[in-house]
């Protein structure tokens, strides 16, 4: 990367070192790892990501400012094209574990900031990780659509803590089901196959047939069809003989 060594394309203000930026780059790449991120995912996107984060959180006043796209200009690569939804991604993972650290707590965090606590993130992203998904099970156990009612899940777990506190909202609610008394909250992490799934477009067949009974296969044959399933002694020799070769 050229912000790695003077040049006079590049200002000084964005000029880091290399030993900075990759041990930050390789502890945002661990932490993609561990929510999943990196799953099916082409290497690339995902490095250029981090190097951008890491070299952005290292000086943020003056960093914030510069987009991506200025980034890979100054540092002289290239900018594979889902660059930018892995760096949307990474965000979002500091996002959601930014409010676990106490001295954050009381801020208000979102996309724009949270790279300023960058560092502080990954120095406890271990303890972040686990209470993040022990919040996210204890609602789950927990979550009620009433705030009065004390109905137990599976879990059997209120979703308020050992001294009485609210744990907050689920972190994303599922259509309960009918006559259901409890919310249903999806896991933290995801693979992207199952948070990012693509639509497929309905086949004008299938939307023909939506009225049709469903073929299994154990239909009776009528008589009329059963002339197309009988086959000559001919046709036997010429299916055994291939079968053969095959």
């Not at 690569?77 to 959601?96: A, G, H």
């Not at 919040?135 to 004390?150: D, F, V």
């Not at 196959?193 to 299938?206: G, H, V, W």
Request: glycine share 6%; with cysteine; aromatic share 4%.
């Amino acid at each position: 990367y050229n912000l790695f060594r003077k040049s006079a394309s590049v200002p000084s203000i964005f000029l880091e070192d290399k030993d900075k930026v990759v041990d930050r780059a390789l502890q945002l790449v661990e932490l993609a790892s561990e929510t999943w991120l990196v799953t099916g995912r082409h290497p690339v996107p995902i490095v250029t990501a981090a190097a951008y984060l890491a070299w952005q959180s290292l000086l943020p006043r003056h960093r914030l400012k510069c987009s991506l796209g200025r980034f890979c200009l100054l540092a002289g690569v290239r900018r594979p094209p889902p660059t930018s939804q892995r760096v949307k991604e990474m965000v979002d993972i500091l996002v959601r574990l930014a409010p676990q650290l106490a001295w954050l707590a009381s801020q208000r965090i979102d996309a724009k900031t949270v790279v300023k606590y960058t560092g502080d993130i990954l120095r406890h992203r271990a303890l972040l990780l686990r209470q993040t998904l022990s919040l996210a099970r204890a609602e789950n156990a927990g979550g009620q659509t009433g705030p009065s009612k004390g109905m137990e899940t599976d879990g059997g777990e209120d979703s308020r803590d050992a001294e009485g506190e609210d744990t907050g909202p689920p972190l994303q609610d599922q259509p309960s089901p009918a006559g259901s008394t409890h919310k249903r909250t999806a896991p933290v992490f995801l693979p992207p196959c199952l948070t990012q799934r693509k639509r497929r477009k309905p086949c004008p067949e299938a939307e023909g047939s939506q009225g049709m009974e469903l073929i299994t296969g154990e239909e009776e044959i009528s008589d009329s069809e059963i002339e197309q399933y009988l086959r000559t002694p001919e046709e036997v020799a010429a299916f055994r003989a291939a079968r053969a070769i095959l």
